[in-house]
C-alpha cells in the first residue's frame, strides 16, 4: 500500500495527502464514536480533476473511499476503519457561483450548512434546510443523507434544494445531474439516487442549490404538556389557526439534561412532555392567535403552561432547549434512534414504543425528542452505571428489532434522517423489502462497479 501512495502522491503532487496518526484519527470517524478509525490516508483534493484521478487510482488498487465532511453524522456513514481512502473535502468549500435570476448558488461539497445559509443572506435570500449541526456539518453530507431538521414541515428535506449535482463515479467519470433544471423529464432522475445514497454511489463534488424569500418575522413558544396524547392534539391546534416554520418535541428527561448543560428552564413547575414551535408572526395580530391557541389548548387540558418569546434573544434562549440536547448528551454516548412514520400514526405508536421501553429499558434513562411534526422522533438510550458498553449496545440493537417491528406494522422508517450507515445496517429490512435491497445493491453496481465508495455502509 505504501507503493501505492506513492504512486498517488507522484500522480498528483499538489494533493494534500496524509497518513500521520492524528489526521488518521480525526479523519477516520464521525459522532459516533463506536468504531476504530483505521484508515489507509486521508486526501484532500482542491478540484474536481483530483477527485478524478483518486477515483481511478483507487480503482486500479481495489482501494475503498470514504467521503468526509464535516463527520456530524450519527450512524456512522463517515467512519474509515477499514484501511480506506479517506476524501475529505475540507479545500473544497467554496461557493462558485450565484445566478440571481435562477435563484441558486453552485457550491463545493465541503462548505458548511451555515456558511451556505450565510451566503443565501448576503444575496436577500434564504436557503431553508437548518439543524444544530449547521456550524460543522457540511453541503456534501446533508445531501448524502438527505438531510431534514427543523424546518422540514414548511420546506421539506435537503433533495427538495438540489436543482442539480456533478457526481464523479465509479469509473472516474464525471456526471452532471440535472444542470439545474426546473423541469426535466428526460429519463431517470439521477440527481435523486444519489440525494440520501450516504456516499455509496458516488462523489459529489459539486452542487446547485436552489433558495428562496425570507421567510416573515417569528415568534417561538413552548408549551408544557401533561400526557402523551395531548402532543398531536396540540400540533393539530396550532397547525390550524397559525403558518408554523417548526413544531418539535422533548420530554422531561431532555429537559433535565439539556438545562444541566447550561439551557433555561422554561417553567417553574415540571411538565412531562414540552412542544416548541415556530410560527409567523408578523403582527400583533399573530401573537393574539397564538395566545388563543394556547388558552383553547388549556382549556382541553392538552397544556398546562406556556411561554411566548419576546424577543429574538428569548426565541434562541427556547430554541436551546430543544437544540441542545444531542450536545447535552453527548458525552454519554446514547445509543440513537431515529425513526419516522406518517403523523396520523403517532399516538397509537408512541403508546406502544413506550410499552416496548418500559418492559426492555426498566432502569435506563431513555431520551425522546424530535421532529414530531414531520412523524420523526429521536430516541437516545443512555447506558445505566454498571453495564458494560457491549451488553448495553447488544440490549439496545435489541430493542432496535423490537421497534423496527413496530415501524413495519406501521409502513415507517428504522432511519428518518440519520443514515442507514454502519449503525443501522442490520436493521434495514425493516424497512425495506429484499426486492428493493436487491434493487439498490444493482444500482451500486452499475455506479460503483469497482465497489469503492463507503463500503459496508447501508447494506453489505
Ligand atoms: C436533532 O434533531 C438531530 O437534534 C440529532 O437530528 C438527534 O441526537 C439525536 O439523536
Ligand atoms: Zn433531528
Partial sequence: MTAALAELAAQLPHLDLRTD??????????????????????????????????????????????????????????????????????????????????????????????????????????????????????????????????????????????????????????????????????????????????GTLGLVVEATIRLTDPPPPSNVMVFAVPRMDALMKVFDACRRRLSLGAFEFFTDRALHHVVAHGAQRPFEGDSPYYVITEFDAADEADQATALEVFEDCAGQGWVDDGVLSQSDAQAAALWRLREGITESLAPHRPYKNDISMRISVIP????????????????????????????????????????????????????????????????????????????????LGSTRSAAEIDVMRGIKRVLDPGGLFNQGKLFD
Fill in 21 to 198: 496518526a492524528v489526521d488518521l484519527e480525526h479523519y477516520g470517524r464521525d459522532w459516533t464514536r463506536r468504531w476504530t478509525p483505521a484508515p489507509l490516508a486521508i486526501a484532500l483534493p482542491t478540484g474536481i480533476a483530483d477527485v478524478q484521478a483518486i477515483v481511478r487510482w483507487a480503482r486500479r488498487h481495489g482501494v475503498g473511499l470514504v467521503p468526509s465532511g464535516g463527520r456530524t453524522g450519527l450512524s456512522g456513514g463517515a467512519v474509515a476503519a477499514r484501511g480506506e481512502l479517506v476524501v475529505a473535502f475540507d479545500r473544497m468549500n467554496r461557493v462558485l457561483s450565484f445566478d440571481a435570476v435562477d435563484r441558486t448558488l453552485t457550491v463545493e461539497p465541503g462548505l458548511p450548512l451555515e456558511a451556505l445559509q450565510s451566503a443565501a443572506r448576503g444575496h436577500g435570500l434564504f436557503y431553508p434546510v437548518d439543524f444544530a449541526a449547521r456550524g460543522s456539518c457540511s453541503i456534501g453530507g446533508n445531501i448524502a443523507t438527505n438531510a431534514g431538521g427543523i424546518r422540514v414541515i414548511r420546506y421539506g428535506n435537503t433533495r427538495e434544494w438540489i436543482a442539480g449535482l456533478k457526481l464523479v463515479d465509479g469509473n472516474g467519470d464525471l456526471l452532471d445531474l440535472n444542470r439545474g433544471l426546473i423541469k426535466n423529464s428526460s429519463g431517470y432522475d439521477l440527481r435523486h439516487l444519489v440525494i440520501g445514497a450516504e
Fill in 348 to 427: 397509537e405508536f408512541m403508546r406502544e414504543m413506550a410499552a416496548v421501553f418500559a418492559h426492555e429499558y426498566p432502569h435506563f434513562d431513555v431520551v425522546w425528542f424530535g421532529h414530531i411534526g414531520d412523524g420523526n422522533l429521536h430516541i437516545n438510550v443512555l447506558r445505566p452505571p454498571g453495564l458494560d458498553d457491549a451488553a448495553f449496545v447488544s440490549q439496545c440493537d435489541h430493542v432496535t428489532e423490537l421497534l423496527g417491528a413496530l415501524l413495519q406494522r406501521v409502513g415507517g422508517s428504522i432511519s428518518a434522517e440519520h443514515g442507514i450507515g454502519l449503525v443501522k445496517k442490520p436493521h
